[in-house]
Each structure stands twice: as structure tokens, then as C-alpha cells.
């Protein structure tokens, strides 16, 4: 064999190893890209929008694929929710991932629902999802009250009950709201003694801020 046959010879296995190189890291890269697309979690995301105290089942819910490896932990994986449902504690839009901390068990819930009248007429932003703080001022007598002060803290707003038919009144409302199980006997005792009751806003839904 000739020193110019050994030259081709030794030029063609370069360019078969660099050949075979540039194929093997082809398809590494693809098998990577296929295992970045795997690495994506399925969440629950809401099918509608849900209010503070609705009860979700699976049928509520659509699933959704994301990739969140700082944050998985925040939202509800597909898979994790109990048979018997879950509680709403604050509200979630349409299509939102379900955050962990917006849900809750029944038996686990720090909140119950109570259904206050409200004197006087309501703040526009005070609706479905809306934060308040609870007032209230004793009834001291001859239709009079004496100082008003804060009942409950940071309660969410469930529903505004709108008032129809002949007993209608403008300036009562009656209104659900989810209060802290601890200020649940105050709560009673208030409007068991005809307080007048008022609420003030602490937060406001993102749909009463985006379309003020």
C-alpha cells in the first residue's frame, strides 16, 4: 500500500468518526428535547370561575399541562384532589391554576359562612371575591349606636344577596361572607343583637380594579 493510499484511507475514517460523531449528538439533543417536554406536570385549572365557598369535583376542573419547577408546589396536581371534593376559600378565575392555598377540606377549614345584613348601601367594589373588614356598632337604644368597631378582619365575600319583591329595602343588604371560625361567636352575637353592621374594603377583586 502506497503513502498516498494510506492518506485517503486515514482521511475517510476522519470524516466516517466525525460522521458518526454529529449523528450520535443529534440524537442526544432530540432525546433531550423530548425528556424537557416530559419534565411539564399536569395542574387542575378552573373549567369556570369560582367563588369563595363552592365546592369543586373533578368535573369542575380541566387539566393542564405546565412547567413549573419553582412553583409546583403552590398549585394542585392533577390527581391530588380527594374524592369528596374540595372547598373554595378564595376566588379563582376561569382557566387560573388552582392554588393550593385557595382550596381546602370541609374538615380542615379555619372559615365558616355566615350571612350578615349590612346597613346602608354597599361599596361598588364589594362583591364575589372581595376582602372586607367587618364593623360593627352596638345598638344602645331609641334607635341609636354607640362607636363603631372592627368585628372580623380580612373576611372573603361569597355572594351579595340582591334584595327583590315587596320587602326590598335600600338600606339593608343581606351578604355571605367566609369569616375565621374564631370571630364566629362575636359574629352571632352581633347580629343576634341587631348590631348595625358595615363593610370596608380591603381588597378588591381583579375584575372590580380592571374595570373601574
Not at 440524537?27 to 369563595?52: C, E, I, K, T
Not at 374524592?83 to 392554588?99: D, F, Q
Not at 346602608?120 to 344602645?140: C, F, H, K, N, Y
Request: proline residues 5%; aromatic residues 4%; contains cysteine.
Amino acid at each position: 500500500m502506497t503513502a498516498a493510499d494510506r492518506s485517503k484511507r486515514w482521511w475517510f475514517d476522519v470524516r466516517f468518526a466525525i460522521g458518526v460523531v454529529l449523528v450520535i449528538c443529534s440524537v442526544a439533543g432530540v432525546l433531550w428535547v423530548v425528556a424537557s417536554a416530559d419534565s411539564s406536570v399536569r395542574f387542575y385549572a378552573a373549567r369556570a370561575a369560582l367563588s369563595p365557598g363552592d365546592r369543586i369535583h373533578r368535573s369542575d376542573l380541566v387539566e393542564e399541562s405546565a412547567r413549573l419547577p419553582d412553583d409546583s408546589a403552590r398549585y394542585l396536581s392533577a390527581g391530588d384532589l380527594p374524592s369528596a371534593g374540595l372547598v373554595v376559600t378564595r376566588a379563582v378565575e376561569a382557566g387560573e391554576l388552582i392554588p393550593v392555598s385557595a382550596v381546602g377540606a370541609s374538615s380542615g377549614l379555619r372559615v365558616t359562612s355566615l350571612v350578615v345584613l349590612v346597613t346602608g348601601q354597599l361599596a361598588r367594589s364589594i362583591e364575589p371575591g372581595a376582602v372586607v373588614d367587618v364593623w360593627s356598632a352596638a345598638a344602645t337604644g331609641d334607635g341609636t349606636f354607640g362607636p363603631p368597631s372592627v368585628l372580623a378582619s380580612s373576611a372573603t365575600v361569597v355572594r351579595v344577596v340582591k334584595p327583590d319583591g315587596v320587602i326590598a329595602s335600600g338600606t339593608s343588604t343581606s351578604v355571605e361572607l367566609l369569616v375565621s371560625r374564631s370571630k364566629t361567636a362575636r359574629m352571632l352575637e352581633a347580629v343576634a343583637n341587631a348590631a348595625a353592621i358595615s363593610l370596608v374594603p380591603s381588597s378588591i377583586p381583579a375584575s372590580s380594579s380592571s374595570g373601574g
